[in-house]
C-alpha cells in the first residue's frame, strides 16, 4: 500500500506544483500573489473542456486552447486590474485585493457561463491502467507528472538561458534597474501575468483529466493549495514551488493513509502555520525575500 | 411608519448592525495597515463558544458572548504572534490559512456537531420577548406586540453596542496608541525607527480586531436560531473584507457605512441576484484601481464638515439677517 | 470637533430608534393578501451559487406543477421565488421577506436543511406552513407544528437499501466513506453505522472526504487492502460519481451502497460503466411502469428538454399535495385551514408513489431499492 499511496501522491502533488508554477512567477516579478490564478486554471479546465467535447481535436488541442485562454483571461486581468494600481503608489495590499474581485467575478461568470454541474473529459484512451508488482498506475497519471516535470524543467532553462527569460529575472531582481538597462519592463510585465495564467490555464485541463471533475470552485479549492505552497516553497522561488507541491501533495495522501482523513484539508495550511514558526522565508526561500518587498 | 416594524426590516436592520461590527473589527486590525482575512475565522470562534455556552452551560449571554469574544483572541495569539513578524501578505495568506483550519476542526469536533451545525441556538429575541411577559407585559405595550417589542430591543440592545465600539474607536484615534497605529499605517519602518515597538502595537490591533469579530459572531449566533460550518467559509471572510474595502478603511465611519450598503445592496438586488457576485467582484476591482483609500476617507470626512458648518453659518447669517 | 460628531450621530440613532418605537400602529399580524383568486406560495431555493443545479430542478418541479394545477382550475396557485444562495442569512431574509411583504400563504422550501434549521422556528412562530422537499437530515418537522417535508428522511431510506443488500450480497464486512462537511452526508453516515450495528454487518474502516474533493485516491487504496464485501458512501452524486470512478480503476468492484445523494442521473453520467452495481434507495424511480411517472418525464421533457431527477419529482409532488390541502381547505388565506389540511394529506398517489404525513409530518411511503445495471437504474430484487 505505501507505494500506491506514494504514485497517488506524487500524482497529487504535481497537480499542486502545476498551480503553484503561476503563482510563484507571478510574485517572483511582480512582488503580488495573484488570488485570481485559481478561477484562471478552473476557466482553462472549462474552454479545454467545451474544445474536447465539440471540436474533437484531442488532448493537444484542449491544452492548447486552454493556455490560450489562460494567456487573454491573464493579459485582461493586467490591463483592467493590475496596471491601474501600479500608476499610482498604492500599499502592497491593494493587488491581493484587486486579484481576489478578479477570482469572484470569474468564478461567477463560470457559474452563468457554464453551471454548477461538474462536468468531465470524454473517455479518452488514458483511461488504461497499468500494474506494476501491485502497484496501479494509470496512464492519465503518466502523462500528467510528465508534462508537468516538464514544463517545470523548460521553465527553468527558459528563464535561465533566453534573452526573454533572463530580461524576465532582471525585472524581478529590481524593476528600476532593468529599466535603466534597456528593457522594456512593462512588456516583460504583461508576458509574465500571460505565461503564468497560460500555465494556470494548461494546469486546468491536466487537473481535469487527472480527478474527472471540473467544476466552477474548483478554482478556490485548488488556488488554495497553489498558495499554501506558494509560502511553504518560499515566495517567487521555482524550485520552491515544484518541491513543496510534492511535499504537499505527498503529505495530504499520508495524512489520509496513516492519519485520520477527516483533517486533510487542515494539512496545507497547517504546514503553512507550522512553517511561519520555524522558517518563515519558506523552505528555499532566501532572508533577503522574507515578506514580500 | 408601520413597515419599519415589520419583521423583515427588522431582521436586516440587526443584519447590518451585526455586519457594522464586523466592519469595525476589520477596520481595528487594518488600522495598522495589516490585512487579515480571518474575520470569518474568528466570527466562527465567537460564534460557536457563545452557542455552546449558552445551549449545553446555560450560561446567560451577557456572559457567554464576551467570552466568545475572548476565545477568538487567544486563538488570534496562535496565529498572530508567527505571522506579525513578518509583513502584508504574510498575514493575509496565513489567517486566511486559519480560517480554513478552524473550519475543518469545527468539522471534526462532536460538540460543535460537524457538517450538522448547531440547531435551536436560544434566539435573542425570543429571551426579550419572555422577559417582557414576565415583566407582565405579555399583550404587548400600546400598539407593539410582543414579538415585536423582543425585536425592538435586540436592536436597541445592538445599536448601543455599536455605538459603545464606535465611540471607542474614535476615542482610539486620538490616543497614544492610535497615533502609534496610523503611524505603522503610514511606513512601518519610519515607525519602527522613530522607536514604536512595532510589533506590540501591531499583535494589539490583531487582537482588537479578533475580539469585536468574536463578539459579532456570539450576537449572530443568537438572532439566527443556526449556525454550521459553511456559514464562515471563504466568501464570508470575502464579504467582510469588503466592507472594509467599500466604505474605506481610513476611518472608522468607513467600515460601517460599507457594511451598511453592503447589506442592502443584495435584498435591492434581490432581482439581479444570478450577477450578484459579478458585482461584488468588479467592486473590488474598481474601488483598487479608482479610490483604494474607499469611499470615505479623511478628505471625504474633511469637505462635508467643512461644507455643513459653511451651510450653518449661512442660515445664520439668514435668520440674523431676516430679523433685522 | 469629533465629539460633536459623535453627538450628532448619537442624536440621529436616538431620533431612528424612537421613531421605529413610536411609529408601530394597526395590525401587524396581517392575513395573507387575496390576489386574484390564486393562493400565493413562497419558494425559497438554491437558485444561485454551487448548489443551483438542486434549486433550478425544484424550480422547474414546481413550475410544472403549477401549470398543471392553475390548467384543471380547481384551485389557483401562484408561486413567488426567492434565491438563498444556500446561505442562511440569505435564507432568514427571503422568509422574512415571502412572509411580511408578499404576504404569501404557504412556504416551498428552502432547499439545504441548515437553511431550514435557520427559518423553521421563526416561520413556525408566525404560523406559516412550509413544506421542505429536499431535506433528509433528521429532527427537520420537530421544529414545530408548521413544519413538513414530502421528502423521505435518509433514516427511513438507508436501512432498506442496506438490508436489501445484504440478502442480496451477503455482506459480512463492509467499509463506509462519507463528507464530511455535508449535513446531509454526515447525517447519512449516522444512519449507516447504525443499521450496520443493527444487522450485524462489521465495519471494517471508516474513511472521509469533503465535498467538492475530487482526490480519493488515497481512501480508496487504504479500503482496497481491507477487501470488503461492499462500499457504503454517504455524498452527493458529484463526489460519489468520482469514488465509483476510482475505486472500480483501484479494482474495488464490489457493489457500492448509497445515500440519497446518489439518486441521480448524473451519477450515471459522469460515472459511466462505473456507476453499475451502485446501489440506492429511493422513493422516485424513473424507471416505474406507471402512467403518471410516463407522463411526467415526458412532460418535463417537453418543457425542459432534460430528464426530471429526484428534486424536480418531489418538488412536483409538493405542490400537488400543497394543491389538495389547499382546495380542502377552501380558503386562499387561511393558513391555519391549511396547516390542519396538510396535516391530514393521505392517498395521494403521486409520481414518487404513495403518499401520506405519518403523526410527525414526515412522508409515509414506500422504498424502492434500485441498483445501477448496464448504466440504468433498476430495482434491486
Same mark, same amino acid.
Given at each position: 500500500? !505505501?507505494?500506491?499511496?506514494?504514485?497517488?501522491? =506524487?500524482?497529487?502533488?504535481?497537480?499542486?506544483?502545476?498551480?503553484?508554477?503561476?503563482?510563484?512567477?507571478?510574485?517572483?516579478?511582480?512582488?503580488?500573489?495573484?488570488?485570481?490564478?485559481?478561477?484562471?486554471?478552473?476557466?482553462?479546465?472549462?474552454?479545454?473542456?467545451?474544445?474536447?467535447?465539440?471540436?474533437?481535436?484531442?488532448?493537444?488541442?484542449?491544452?492548447?486552447?486552454?493556455?490560450?485562454?489562460?494567456?487573454?483571461?491573464?493579459?485582461?486581468?493586467?490591463?483592467?486590474?493590475?496596471?491601474?494600481?501600479?500608476?499610482?503608489?498604492?500599499?502592497? /495590499?491593494?493587488?491581493?485585493?484587486?486579484?481576489? &474581485?478578479?477570482?469572484?467575478?470569474?468564478?461567477?461568470?463560470?457559474?452563468?457561463?457554464?453551471?454548477?454541474?461538474?462536468?468531465?473529459?470524454?473517455?479518452?484512451?488514458?483511461?488504461?491502467?497499468?500494474?506494476?508488482?501491485?502497484?496501479?498506475?494509470?496512464?492519465?497519471?503518466?502523462?500528467?507528472?510528465?508534462?508537468? $516535470?516538464?514544463?517545470?524543467?523548460?521553465?527553468?532553462?527558459?528563464?535561465?538561458?533566453?534573452?526573454?527569460?533572463?530580461?524576465?529575472? @532582471?525585472?524581478?531582481?529590481?524593476?528600476?534597474?532593468?529599466?535603466?538597462?534597456?528593457?522594456?519592463?512593462?512588456?516583460?510585465?504583461?508576458?509574465?501575468?500571460?505565461?503564468?495564467?497560460?500555465?494556470?490555464?494548461?494546469?486546468?485541463?491536466?487537473?481535469?483529466?487527472? !480527478?474527472?471533475?471540473?467544476?466552477?470552485?474548483?478554482? =478556490?479549492?485548488?488556488?488554495?493549495? #497553489?498558495?499554501?505552497?506558494?509560502?511553504?516553497?518560499?515566495?517567487?522561488?521555482?524550485?520552491?514551488?515544484?518541491?513543496?507541491?510534492?511535499?504537499?501533495?505527498?503529505?495530504?495522501?499520508?495524512?489520509?493513509?496513516?492519519?485520520?482523513?477527516?483533517?486533510?484539508?487542515?494539512?496545507? !495550511?497547517?504546514?503553512?502555520?507550522?512553517?511561519? !514558526?520555524?522558517?518563515?522565508?519558506?523552505?528555499?526561500?532566501?532572508?533577503?525575500?522574507?515578506?514580500?518587498? | 411608519?408601520?413597515?419599519?416594524?415589520?419583521?423583515?426590516?427588522?431582521?436586516?436592520?440587526?443584519?447590518?448592525?451585526?455586519?457594522?461590527?464586523?466592519?469595525?473589527?476589520?477596520?481595528?486590525?487594518?488600522?495598522?495597515?495589516?490585512?487579515?482575512?480571518?474575520?470569518?475565522?474568528?466570527?466562527?470562534?465567537?460564534?460557536?463558544?457563545?452557542?455552546?455556552?449558552?445551549?449545553?452551560?446555560?450560561?446567560?449571554?451577557?456572559?457567554?458572548?464576551?467570552?466568545?469574544?475572548?476565545?477568538? $483572541?487567544?486563538?488570534?495569539?496562535?496565529? #498572530? /504572534?508567527?505571522?506579525?513578524?513578518?509583513?502584508?501578505?504574510?498575514?493575509?495568506?496565513?489567517?486566511?490559512?486559519?480560517?480554513?483550519?478552524?473550519?475543518?476542526?469545527?468539522?471534526?469536533?462532536?460538540?460543535?456537531?460537524?457538517?450538522?451545525?448547531?440547531?435551536?441556538?436560544?434566539?435573542?429575541?425570543?429571551?426579550?420577548?419572555?422577559?417582557?411577559?414576565?415583566?407582565?407585559?405579555? %399583550? #404587548?405595550?400600546?400598539?407593539?406586540?410582543?414579538?415585536?417589542?423582543?425585536?425592538?430591543?435586540?436592536?436597541? =440592545?445592538?445599536?448601543?453596542?455599536?455605538?459603545?465600539?464606535?465611540?471607542?474607536?474614535?476615542?482610539?484615534?486620538?490616543?497614544?496608541?492610535?497615533?502609534?497605529?496610523?503611524?505603522?499605517?503610514?511606513?512601518?519602518?519610519?515607525?519602527?525607527?522613530?522607536?514604536?515597538?512595532?510589533?506590540?502595537?501591531?499583535?494589539?490591533?490583531?487582537?482588537? +480586531?479578533?475580539?469585536?469579530?468574536?463578539?459579532?459572531?456570539?450576537?449572530?449566533?443568537?438572532?439566527?436560531?443556526?449556525?454550521?460550518?459553511?456559514?464562515?467559509?471563504?466568501?464570508?471572510?470575502?464579504?467582510?473584507?469588503?466592507?472594509?474595502?467599500?466604505?474605506?478603511?481610513?476611518?472608522?465611519?468607513?467600515?460601517?457605512?460599507?457594511?451598511?450598503?453592503?447589506?442592502?445592496?443584495?435584498?435591492? /438586488?434581490?432581482? @439581479?441576484?444570478?450577477?450578484?457576485?459579478?458585482?461584488?467582484?468588479?467592486?473590488?476591482?474598481?474601488?483598487?484601481?479608482?479610490?483604494?483609500?474607499?469611499?470615505?476617507?479623511?478628505?471625504?470626512?474633511?469637505?462635508?464638515?467643512?461644507?455643513?458648518?459653511?451651510?450653518?453659518?449661512?442660515?445664520?447669517?439668514?435668520?440674523?439677517?431676516?430679523?433685522? | 470637533?469629533?465629539?460633536?460628531?459623535?453627538?450628532?450621530?448619537?442624536?440621529?440613532?436616538?431620533?431612528?430608534?424612537?421613531?421605529?418605537?413610536? &411609529?408601530? $400602529?394597526?395590525?401587524?399580524?396581517?392575513?395573507?393578501?387575496?390576489?386574484?383568486?390564486?393562493?400565493?406560495?413562497?419558494?425559497?431555493?438554491?437558485?444561485?451559487?454551487? #448548489?443551483?443545479?438542486?434549486?433550478?430542478?425544484?424550480?422547474?418541479?414546481?413550475?410544472?406543477?403549477?401549470?398543471?394545477?392553475?390548467?384543471?382550475?380547481?384551485?389557483?396557485?401562484?408561486?413567488?421565488?426567492?434565491?438563498?444562495?444556500?446561505?442562511?442569512?440569505?435564507?432568514?431574509?427571503?422568509?422574512?421577506?415571502?412572509?411580511?411583504?408578499?404576504?404569501?400563504?404557504?412556504?416551498?422550501?428552502?432547499?439545504?436543511?441548515?437553511? *431550514?434549521?435557520?427559518?423553521?422556528?421563526?416561520?413556525?412562530?408566525?404560523?406559516?406552513?412550509?413544506?421542505?422537499?429536499?431535506?433528509?437530515?433528521?429532527?427537520?418537522?420537530?421544529? &414545530?407544528?408548521?413544519?413538513?417535508?414530502?421528502?423521505?428522511?435518509?433514516?427511513?431510506?438507508?436501512?432498506?437499501?442496506?438490508?436489501?443488500?445484504?440478502?442480496?450480497?451477503?455482506?459480512?464486512?463492509?467499509?463506509? *466513506?462519507?463528507?464530511?462537511?455535508?449535513?446531509?452526508?454526515?447525517?447519512?453516515?449516522?444512519?449507516?453505522?447504525?443499521?450496520?450495528?443493527?444487522?450485524?454487518?462489521?465495519?471494517?474502516?471508516?474513511?472521509?472526504?469533503?465535498?467538492?474533493?475530487?482526490?480519493?485516491?488515497?481512501?480508496?487504496?487504504?479500503?482496497?487492502?481491507?477487501?470488503?464485501?461492499?462500499?457504503?458512501?454517504?455524498?452527493?452524486?458529484?463526489?460519489?460519481?468520482?469514488?465509483?470512478?476510482?475505486?472500480?480503476?483501484?479494482?474495488?468492484?464490489?457493489?457500492?451502497?448509497?445515500?440519497?445523494?446518489?439518486?441521480?442521473?448524473?451519477?450515471?453520467?459522469?460515472?459511466?460503466?462505473?456507476?453499475?452495481?451502485?446501489?440506492?434507495?429511493?422513493?422516485?424511480?424513473? +424507471?416505474?411502469?406507471?402512467?403518471?411517472?410516463?407522463?411526467?418525464? @415526458?412532460?418535463?421533457?417537453?418543457?425542459?428538454?432534460?430528464?426530471?431527477?429526484?428534486? @424536480?419529482?418531489?418538488?412536483?409532488?409538493?405542490?400537488?399535495?400543497?394543491?389538495?390541502?389547499?382546495?380542502?381547505?377552501?380558503?386562499?388565506? %387561511?393558513?391555519?385551514?391549511?396547516?390542519?389540511?396538510?396535516?391530514?394529506?393521505?392517498?395521494?398517489?403521486?409520481?414518487? +408513489?404513495?403518499?401520506?404525513?405519518?403523526?410527525?409530518?414526515?412522508?409515509?411511503?414506500?422504498?424502492?431499492?434500485?441498483?445501477?445495471?448496464?448504466?440504468?437504474?433498476?430495482?434491486?430484487?
Amino acid at each position: 500500500m !505505501f507505494w500506491q499511496q506514494m504514485v497517488n501522491g =506524487i500524482t497529487l502533488g504535481s497537480t499542486y506544483s502545476l498551480i503553484a508554477l503561476g503563482y510563484t512567477l507571478i510574485f517572483g516579478v511582480l512582488n503580488i500573489v495573484n488570488m485570481a490564478h485559481g478561477e484562471i486554471f478552473m476557466f482553462g479546465a472549462f474552454v479545454g473542456l467545451m474544445i474536447a467535447v465539440h471540436a474533437n481535436v484531442g488532448l493537444a488541442g484542449a491544452l492548447l486552447a486552454a493556455m490560450a485562454t489562460g494567456a487573454v483571461l491573464g493579459y485582461l486581468m493586467e490591463v483592467l486590474a493590475l496596471r491601474p494600481l501600479r500608476r499610482r503608489k498604492v500599499s502592497e /495590499l491593494a493587488p491581493l485585493i484587486s486579484t481576489i &474581485g478578479v477570482s469572484i467575478f470569474l468564478e461567477s461568470l463560470a457559474l452563468r457561463l457554464f453551471g454548477a454541474e461538474a462536468q468531465s473529459f470524454p473517455p479518452v484512451s488514458s483511461t488504461q491502467v497499468f500494474d506494476l508488482a501491485g502497484v496501479k498506475i494509470s496512464m492519465v497519471q503518466i502523462i500528467i507528472l510528465a508534462i508537468s $516535470c516538464g514544463l517545470m524543467l523548460v521553465l527553468r532553462f527558459w528563464l535561465e538561458k533566453t534573452k526573454l527569460g533572463k530580461s524576465i529575472r @532582471a525585472t524581478s531582481e529590481n524593476i528600476e534597474t532593468a529599466n535603466l538597462l534597456g528593457i522594456d519592463t512593462k512588456k516583460i510585465i504583461v508576458l509574465t501575468v500571460m505565461l503564468a495564467s497560460a500555465l494556470g490555464g494548461g494546469a486546468g485541463v491536466l487537473v481535469g483529466l487527472a !480527478f474527472n471533475a471540473i467544476e466552477p470552485t474548483m478554482g =478556490i479549492t485548488m488556488g488554495f493549495k #497553489g498558495l499554501a505552497v506558494l509560502i511553504l516553497g518560499g515566495l517567487g522561488n521555482i524550485t520552491g514551488a515544484m518541491v513543496g507541491g510534492l511535499l504537499l501533495g505527498v503529505a495530504e495522501i499520508f495524512s489520509v493513509a496513516y492519519g485520520v482523513s477527516s483533517y486533510r484539508d487542515a494539512v496545507a !495550511f497547517g504546514m503553512i502555520i507550522l512553517l511561519l !514558526f520555524l522558517r518563515p522565508e519558506g523552505l528555499f526561500g532566501s532572508k533577503e525575500q522574507q515578506g514580500g518587498r | 411608519m408601520e413597515f419599519l416594524l415589520n419583521p423583515y426590516y427588522l431582521q436586516m436592520a440587526m443584519f447590518i448592525i451585526i455586519n457594522a461590527i464586523l466592519g469595525l473589527s476589520m477596520y481595528l486590525t487594518m488600522s495598522t495597515g495589516q490585512l487579515s482575512l480571518g474575520a470569518a475565522g474568528f466570527m466562527s470562534i465567537g460564534a460557536y463558544v457563545s452557542a455552546l455556552l449558552t445551549m449545553k452551560a446555560g450560561l446567560p449571554l451577557y456572559l457567554a458572548v464576551p467570552i466568545g469574544g475572548a476565545a477568538a $483572541c487567544l486563538l488570534a495569539a496562535v496565529i #498572530g /504572534l508567527p505571522t506579525t513578524r513578518l509583513r502584508g501578505i504574510y498575514l493575509a495568506i496565513a489567517t486566511l490559512g486559519f480560517g480554513e483550519v478552524v473550519r475543518v476542526v469545527i468539522l471534526n469536533l462532536k460538540v460543535t456537531n460537524g457538517a450538522l451545525g448547531l440547531s435551536g441556538i436560544p434566539s435573542m429575541s425570543i429571551m426579550m420577548s419572555k422577559a417582557f411577559i414576565a415583566m407582565g407585559l405579555g %399583550d #404587548g405595550l400600546g400598539p407593539l406586540s410582543v414579538r415585536q417589542l423582543g425585536n425592538l430591543s435586540v436592536i436597541v =440592545i445592538l445599536a448601543l453596542l455599536l455605538v459603545g465600539l464606535i465611540l471607542f474607536s474614535v476615542r482610539l484615534n486620538n490616543s497614544r496608541l492610535g497615533r502609534a497605529f496610523a503611524a505603522i499605517k503610514a511606513d512601518e519602518y519610519a515607525a519602527e525607527v522613530s522607536g514604536i515597538d512595532t510589533r506590540y502595537y501591531k499583535l494589539l490591533a490583531f487582537f482588537m +480586531g479578533a475580539f469585536v469579530a468574536g463578539i459579532a459572531g456570539g450576537l449572530a449566533a443568537h438572532i439566527t436560531f443556526f449556525i454550521g460550518p459553511k456559514d464562515f467559509a471563504y466568501h464570508r471572510a470575502v464579504e467582510i473584507l469588503l466592507f472594509a474595502v467599500l466604505g474605506g478603511s481610513d476611518t472608522v465611519w468607513g467600515p460601517l457605512v460599507g457594511s451598511f450598503i453592503l447589506t442592502l445592496l443584495p435584498e435591492a /438586488l434581490r432581482f @439581479a441576484t444570478e450577477y450578484r457576485s459579478m458585482i461584488y467582484g468588479a467592486i473590488l476591482v474598481l474601488m483598487m484601481a479608482f479610490r483604494p483609500q474607499g469611499l470615505i476617507s479623511e478628505e471625504t470626512i474633511r469637505y462635508w464638515r467643512t461644507k455643513l458648518l459653511a451651510k450653518k453659518a449661512v442660515q445664520q447669517e439668514e435668520i440674523s439677517g431676516g430679523t433685522n | 470637533m469629533k465629539q460633536g460628531m459623535m453627538k450628532k450621530l448619537t442624536a440621529g440613532l436616538m431620533a431612528v430608534s424612537m421613531a421605529v418605537m413610536i &411609529g408601530g $400602529c394597526g395590525g401587524t399580524d396581517k392575513a395573507p393578501a387575496k390576489s386574484s383568486g390564486a393562493a400565493k406560495m413562497g419558494v425559497i431555493s438554491y437558485l444561485t451559487g454551487a #448548489g443551483a443545479a438542486y434549486g433550478e430542478s425544484i424550480r422547474q418541479g414546481l413550475e410544472l406543477a403549477r401549470d398543471e394545477i392553475n390548467a384543471k382550475g380547481k384551485v389557483k396557485i401562484e408561486l413567488v421565488f426567492e434565491d438563498s444562495k444556500g446561505e442562511k442569512n440569505e435564507a432568514i431574509n427571503a422568509a422574512n421577506k415571502l412572509i411580511h411583504k408578499d404576504n404569501v400563504l404557504a412556504i416551498m422550501g428552502p432547499t439545504l436543511s441548515s437553511e *431550514m434549521f435557520a427559518i423553521g422556528p421563526m416561520v413556525n412562530q408566525e404560523g406559516v406552513p412550509i413544506m421542505g422537499t429536499s431535506l433528509t437530515v433528521e429532527g427537520i418537522t420537530e421544529i &414545530g407544528d408548521y413544519v413538513f417535508r414530502n421528502s423521505l428522511p435518509e433514516s427511513a431510506a438507508i436501512p432498506q437499501s442496506i438490508k436489501r443488500a445484504k440478502a442480496k450480497y451477503n455482506l459480512k464486512k463492509v467499509a463506509i *466513506m462519507y463528507s464530511d462537511n455535508n449535513d446531509l452526508a454526515v447525517s447519512g453516515y449516522k444512519t449507516i453505522q447504525q443499521t450496520l450495528k443493527e444487522e450485524g454487518i462489521e465495519v471494517l474502516g471508516v474513511e472521509t472526504f469533503a465535498d467538492k474533493n475530487t482526490d480519493f485516491s488515497a481512501q480508496l487504496t487504504k479500503i482496497a487492502t481491507l477487501k470488503p464485501d461492499a462500499v457504503m458512501v454517504a455524498g452527493l452524486y458529484q463526489e460519489a460519481a468520482l469514488i465509483l470512478k476510482k475505486a472500480r480503476e483501484l479494482g474495488i468492484n464490489v457493489p457500492v451502497v448509497g445515500n440519497n445523494g446518489f439518486n441521480s442521473p448524473q451519477l450515471i453520467k459522469s460515472a459511466g460503466a462505473a456507476a453499475d452495481g451502485a446501489v440506492v434507495a429511493s422513493p422516485w424511480f424513473p +424507471g416505474k411502469d406507471d402512467p403518471k411517472v410516463k407522463k411526467f418525464i @415526458a412532460d418535463y421533457k417537453a418543457k425542459y428538454n432534460k430528464e426530471p431527477d429526484q428534486f @424536480a419529482a418531489q418538488a412536483y409532488d409538493a405542490l400537488q399535495i400543497m394543491a389538495i390541502a389547499l382546495e380542502k381547505s377552501g380558503s386562499n388565506t %387561511d393558513r391555519k385551514k391549511l396547516r390542519e389540511q396538510l396535516a391530514a394529506v393521505k392517498d395521494y398517489d403521486g409520481v414518487t +408513489g404513495k403518499f401520506a404525513f405519518d403523526a410527525k409530518r414526515n412522508p409515509a411511503m414506500d422504498v424502492n431499492v434500485l441498483v445501477v445495471k448496464d448504466g440504468k437504474f433498476t430495482e434491486l430484487k
